[in-house]
């Protein structure tokens, strides 16, 4: 296991974790998160596959030459592990629309609100740094716990792609969910 020094101040953080940027050492990580069924499984529509170094560096490349993208590594601050990856896609520019999606691949800290406090400091991000009117994000109606924590940070289901994913032998359907600014705002 490696640890990073953290920043003093990073950019982005809150009490539990801080974003900081993908480094080529996180490429094996990476491989490793995609590769394991428990974090694939309900958090990725595509077939279930291993996914090499390479795969992952690969996949990597292509998200941060995105233009309105920003992908980061989720790291623990107390540890300074990495333990999973956020990204924020700008869909519309005009509409100040975007889509998150969040991992967290580290075992031990899954189930412990490390994504809730992931997903709640990119929506920070994206509603106050990015000036965003929307935020959405898809969710295979299977994964239960996900939905909790994306309701309990105000987002809101918005429709249904009935059997829209083949997983485990079963249809699955793609949930869509999205929260606007001022349903964040009235949070506090």
Do not use: C
């Not at 982005?12 to 394991?36: K, P, V």
């Amino acid at each position: 296991m490696t640890f990073y020094p953290a920043p003093e101040q990073p950019l982005w953080h809150n009490e539990h974790i801080y974003f900081a940027a993908i480094e080529a050492a996180d490429e094996q990580r990476l491989a490793n998160w995609f590769s394991d069924r428990a974090v694939m499984e309900h958090n990725v529509p595509m077939v279930l596959a291993p996914m090499s170094t390479t795969e992952a560096a690969q996949r990597l490349v292509k998200r941060q030459m995105l233009a309105n993208q920003w992908t980061w590594i989720v790291v623990e601050r107390e540890s300074h592990e990495r333990i999973g990856q956020v990204s924020l896609q700008i869909l519309s520019n005009e509409a100040r629309v975007a889509r998150v999606s969040i991992l967290i691949g580290s075992a031990a800290y899954r189930g412990r609100g490390y994504g809730r406090a992931a997903l709640g400091l990119m929506l920070k991000f994206g509603f106050r740094e990015l000036d965003l009117q929307r935020i959405e994000l898809n969710v295979m109606a299977t994964n239960t716990a996900a939905i909790r924590t994306y309701t309990g940070l105000g987002f809101r289901d918005e429709g249904r792609l009935r059997q829209a994913i083949y997983r485990n032998g079963e249809r699955v359907d793609w949930r869509q969910m999205g929260l606007l600014r001022s349903e964040w705002e009235a949070q506090g």
